[in-house]
């Protein structure tokens, strides 16, 4: 059985149905992302399962007790949100204890719990530290320390990276993780960046105007996107109507409205069967590890294909050259 269980969750703001009979399940100890673009409710179904915000359908269940109608703080839940929200007249250490104290904890277990979980996020020596003192990154990882102290059963993460700079992010991604396997929690975490939830996620729910449009392993949903729009947000694909892959001569995909292919699985060296397309580089992108070249073929179409930075390989603005397009590699949707 799962251990997080949502049936057919409505909710409504006024006249609008913003969460249209959402199901999802999640196994116990997953990091799960709700990855989709800004409004399409993934906020609102956290803060539905966290209690802020009622529902008019359905049912939430957490290791088999039903907790929609519970009290926020009955529920068994930590959450972190964007921003802070630390209490700014406390330290570090007051900061983590408060939510401990809330549930009647000793003081000497309060102190020993607050500063071995502030240890575990990387912040001890900082226990007396006032959060104006804090960079963001810090403060973060103390909201972290305060809503793991009270060892809830589930973690509810809202965008906890997005005020944060990109090194600090990776950083704080690996700690999230870290903490989830060490602590054994089961996170729900909301993103509308597909980075954050490729890299950080067991399990990803895509949505989409208040509806779950895919689900799996992040692996899984990289290789096959299943509409137009999972292609669009979540992978970097070359995307092709019916139209163009017909142009294109690819007459074994002739049946699919879209046609998409991974820019990294495209060749420049001949490969099995495959469609085979003469282009010229017009633009090349240095992204780290890997070189994009943007390769315009005779029909104008432009494709994007991805080498691994190579000095051997290096392909140069007005170079000519054989595009490879695998055939097993390429993606249909009806
Ligand atoms: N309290 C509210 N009252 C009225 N409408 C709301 C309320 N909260 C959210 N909405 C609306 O519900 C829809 C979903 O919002 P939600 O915040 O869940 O989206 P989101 O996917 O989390 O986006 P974002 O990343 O921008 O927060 C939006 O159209 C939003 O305007």
């Known amino acids: 059985m799962s251990f997080i269980e949502i049936n057919n969750l409505r909710k409504s703001f006024g006249n609008t149905e913003v969460l249209h009979g ?22 609102t179904l956290l803060r539905a399962i966290a209690g802020l915000n009622s529902i008019d359908e359905g049912e939430i ?11 926020p703080k009955d529920r068994g839940l930590g959450m972190v949100f964007q921003h802070y929200a630390l209490f700014p007249n406390m330290n570090v250490l007051d900061n983590v204890k408060f939510g401990l104290e809330m549930k009647g904890v000793d003081k000497k277990t309060r102190d020993t719990e607050a500063k071995k979980m502030i240890d575990l996020v990387g912040l001890a020596g900082k226990e007396e530290a006032y959060p104006a003192n ?8 103390v909201a972290l320390a305060r809503s793991l102290v009270t060892k809830p059963d589930v973690l509810l993460l809202d965008e906890p990276l997005s005020a944060l700079d990109a090194q600090i992010r990776v950083q704080l991604r690996g700690l999230i993780k870290s903490l989830q396997a060490e602590l054994g929690i089961t996170v729900i975490l909301v993103t509308h960046d597909q980075e954050e939830a490729m890299s950080m996620s067991d399990y990803i729910f895509v949505m989409n105007q208040g509806h779950i449009v895919q689900e799996g392993s992040p692996t899984y949903i990289y290789r096959h996107p299943q509409s137009e729009f999972a292609t669009r947000f979540i992978g970097d694909y070359n995307l092709f109507t019916k139209e163009e892959a017909a142009a294109m001569g690819a007459v074994d995909h002739a049946d699919y409205s879209y046609v998409a292919i991974r820019p990294e699985v495209l060749s420049l060296e001949a490969v099995g069967d495959a469609y085979v397309y003469e282009g010229k580089v017009i633009r090349t992108s240095m992204r780290g590890s890997i070189y994009r070249l943007y390769i315009e073929l005779d029909g104008k179409k432009v494709l994007k294909l991805d080498q691994l930075n190579r000095s051997a390989n290096m392909r140069r603005v007005g170079d000519k050259v054989t595009v490879y397009m695998p055939k097993s590699e390429i993606i249909g949707m009806v």
């Open 134 to 141: 804090l960079s963001g990154g810090q403060q973060q990882r």
């Open 22 to 43: 959402l199901n999802l399940k999640i196994a116990r100890g997953q990091l799960a992302a709700l990855l989709g673009p800004s409004g399409c409710g993934k906020s």
């Open 61 to 71: 269940i957490i290791d088999g007790r039903r907790i929609d109608g519970l009290a």
